[in-house]
Nanobody
């Protein structure tokens, strides 16, 4: 059974950078799309960005566009979220998710994803 495990979260000052990873366990892992979502305290989980697993095509939310980059290592079955120029409003639990169904693009809704990690906390101080 495939599992997703996020890592790399932590406390950083505003303007700093973090690199989050999401490792997929299991021998066979071939999603169509993977994504990052986040949930800030007291708010609903929101879409951050997504990437097609084979082609590497990316799509980002407006709130983070220009400050983040999503990439993947198909050989290591790892999803990466590089975040720069972090702001206090980026403080949230960050989740990776995998979608194995269909061919629609981009995918920005929680219900479009089949497998989720447990999350990694990112805290940005002002």
């Amino acid at each position: 059974q495939v599992q997703l495990v996020e890592s790399g979260g932590g406390l950083v000052q505003a303007g700093g950078s973090l690199r989050l990873s999401c490792a997929a366990s299991g021998r066979t892992f071939s999603p169509y799309v993977m994504a990052w979502f986040r949930r800030a305290p007291g708010k609903e989980r929101e879409f951050v960005g997504c990437i097609t697993w084979i082609a590497g095509t990316t799509y980002y939310s407006d709130s983070v566009y220009g400050r983040i980059s999503i990439s993947r290592d198909n050989y290591e079955n790892t999803l990466i979220l590089q975040m720069d120029n972090l702001k206090p409003e980026d403080t949230a639990m960050y989740y990776c998710a995998a979608s194995f169904r269909g061919t629609s693009w981009p995918r920005t809704k929680e219900e479009e994803f089949d497998l989720w990690g447990q999350g990694t906390q990112v805290s940005v101080s002002s």
